[in-house]
């Protein structure tokens, strides 16, 4: 692949105050474009090692900064780096970004920088929406998941799946110069062997979609119950519980009467479904709508009722916990199955926080097993790798021409290969990396 032209710069430290700011540079000039603006003695550089010096305009000193070279390809980008480590504040980063913009480098659109870094082959289409899972991880089990992703795990599996059907394939070609003879009952069973293993590689992954989103996303929980049984003093409860450091990322889209929770390291999306109603008749009608909307997308309902006064409610659902609130009051009957809490004490979250982990299906992972947990765009390509698959044992088995299920294993390659990057992924890498950060 031919090297990109053009030098790239950013700042890759997010605006406002701080102790210091980073100013990124990728590509061939950067060395150039450094050496008219650095000032440093000794003035020969090391690369990966920081130099103190100072940032000039001319004759004029702009700041005092650190800057780390990297020579092409042990870098990030895997081309020729700068990094410059000047103060914080949000002047000064941008006036240095400036100077180096007039001395000939771009302004990086978002993710630019991870982009170069896949196309010069130095990580793969996995690992690239790992560095973006890393930066947008708000609780610490997607923040492991994402750096697991990042050292390759879910990539390299990938990767070893292709690898099967590019074998698979070469195997069932051997039969395509030979069509008179199709393909004999005991090749024709190792090949089903074949394509089964990779079949059932691909529904483990697929398995692994929910709790990537999960993962990512949060759990979707729905606080319903009669009005008095104590919802919004539950939400509080929760709310109150949270000791995590998760500030409100701008710009995710979040309904307003949604609260996040991190607790015991899973991110919960909670809905308190009495706050979903209004005062009259038409908007109440419009409410209990959007309550029955809450409940069916929801991962989770707290089901919480007041066992003072309530009768035993019916059935529940898959996904219900039933949270039997007001446990510091006499009860007329606890309900099999209820965790008796008191919103009052807090008594009893504990074994609802348990609940809550264990239904949510992420309690394995907060014991520390490994995390290939999927995304979105992974599910979809592995959809159709598994289609494809499912095809290509069918005619296998059928023991049809050997040309049409290395047809189906071919677009199994092309799907597994998209996921990775290997096969031609233009269309889809502008949507991946738009999605970053500037400077990343
Ligand atoms: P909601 O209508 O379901 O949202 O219920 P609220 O959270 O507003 O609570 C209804 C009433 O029950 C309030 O007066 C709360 O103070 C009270 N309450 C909530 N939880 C408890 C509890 O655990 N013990 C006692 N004794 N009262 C509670």
Do not use: W
């Not at 989103?213 to 606080?223: D, Q, S």
């Not at 949604?258 to 038409?282: F, H, K, M, Q, V």
């Amino acid at each position: 692949m031919a090297a990109y032209e053009e030098t790239i710069a950013a700042v890759a430290t997010p605006p406002g105050e701080g102790a210091i700011a980073l100013v990124r540079l990728s590509g061939p000039d950067s060395p150039k474009i450094l050496s008219r603006i650095f000032r440093s003695s000794p003035a020969s550089l090391h690369p990966r090692h920081a130099t103190f010096g100072r940032i000039v305009d001319g004759e004029e000193t702009i700041d005092q900064v650190l800057v780390t070279t990297y020579r092409a390809p042990a870098s990030f980008t895997g081309e020729e780096m700068a990094e410059i480590s000047c103060h914080g504040g949000i002047l000064l980063a941008a006036k240095i970004l400036e100077l180096v913009l007039r001395h000939g480098a771009r302004a990086a659109e978002p993710g630019e920088f991870s982009q170069r870094a896949f196309f010069n082959g130095k990580i793969d289409l996995t690992r690239a929406e790992a560095i973006m899972d890393i930066i947008r991880a708000r609780t610490p089990l997607a923040l492991r998941a994402a750096a697991q992703q990042l050292e390759g795990r879910l990539g390299s599996e990938i990767l070893a799946l292709r690898n099967t059907a590019l074998e698979t394939v070469a195997h069932i070609e051997a039969f395509i110069d030979f069509p008179e003879e199709g393909i004999d009952p005991a090749s024709g069973r190792v090949l089903l062997e074949k394509i089964q293993t990779l079949l059932a590689r691909t529904t483990t992954l697929l398995g692994t979609a929910d709790e990537g989103r999960i993962l990512r996303e949060g759990v979707r929980v729905a606080i319903a119950g009669k009005p008095n049984a104590g919802k919004s003093s539950l939400l509080n409860r929760l709310l109150g519980m949270d000791r995590a450091i998760v500030s409100e990322i701008p710009g995710t889209t979040r309904d307003t009467i949604e609260e996040t929770a991190c607790l015991r390291g899973i991110l919960y999306r909670l809905t308190d479904t009495a706050g979903l109603r209004e005062t009259s008749d038409l908007v109440e009608r419009q409410g209990v709508a959007r309550t029955e909307r809450a409940l069916e997308s929801a991962d989770l309902v707290l089901h919480v009722i007041d066992p003072s006064t309530e009768e035993i409610p019916p059935a529940l659902r898959e996904n219900e916990i039933l949270v039997a609130n007001k446990s510091d009051l006499p009860c007329l009957a606890l309900p099999p199955g209820a965790i008796a809490v008191s919103c009052t004490t807090g008594a009893g979250f504990d074994q609802l926080l348990d609940a809550m982990s264990e239904a949510s299906g992420l309690r394995h992972l907060a014991s520390g097993q490994s995390l290939a947990a999927i995304n979105a765009r992974h599910k979809a390509l592995l959809e159709s790798t598994r289609t494809s698959l499912e095809a290509a044992a069918t005619l296998v088995q059928a023991n049809e021409p050997p040309e049409l299920a290395a047809l189906e294993l071919r677009a199994a390659l092309d799907t597994l290969g998209r996921i990775v990057g290997t096969t031609d992924t233009e269309d889809i890498l502008g949507e991946i990396f738009s999605r970053f950060c500037i400077g990343k």
